[in-house]
């Protein structure tokens, strides 16, 4: 299990000017789809005034079915690999991508707890996608430790920093 530092609200929102300042730059637009943060990334992002100018939309979806209608998520997909799930997470990334204006997005699945963790899926286990145009999606795992404001929180501040990283690395690269 891994326990992230802890990022305040002045802290997050300081991370969200950046990817705001570095998505106007290059004239990009951000969508972001969300399960177990409940829109707490789009929150953070929308409390930045002129984000309309770089923020273009956020699903919110829990269950099998509003993965499935909002973003395009297979149900064999679902079925087979659960929610959270690497499988899931990057078609919810190419979901958000293909359904919006934007041309950079960030995809969170986990479970936050208390309670819906497996042995294989503990409480804490939490799969992130960033996407950027036709590339493929940069995925990552982490596993962490809190109660379920701690791991929605970490979760947000692993998603914004992801951000700011696929868009600091060259377009090669990525």
């Not at 936050?112 to 145009?133: D, H």
Request: hydrophobic letters at 40%.
């Amino acid at each position: 299990m891994t326990t992230l530092p802890q990022v305040s609200d002045a802290e997050m929102r300081d991370i969200g000017v950046e990817i705001g300042q570095l998505l106007l730059a290059r004239r990009m637009k951000l969508a972001a789809a969300e399960s177990c943060t409940g829109g707490w990334l789009s929150k953070v992002v929308t409390e930045i005034a002129g984000c309309s100018d770089w923020f273009d939309c956020s699903f919110v979806a829990y269950s099998y079915e509003a993965k499935e209608t909002m973003l395009g998520v297979s149900r064999v997909t679902l079925e087979m690999h659960g929610a959270v799930s690497e499988e899931t997470v990057v078609e919810m990334v190419r979901g958000a991508l293909s359904r919006s204006r934007a041309n950079v997005a960030v995809a969170i699945t986990g479970i936050a707890g208390p309670s819906g963790g497996t042995p294989g899926k503990p409480v804490g286990t939490v799969w992130l996608a960033w996407g950027r145009g036709h590339h493929p999606p940069v995925t990552q795992v982490v596993h962490l430790q809190g109660d379920r404001d701690a791991v929605r929180r970490q979760t947000v501040a692993a998603a914004m920093h992801g951000l700011k990283k696929i868009l600091t690395t060259p377009h090669e690269a990525f």
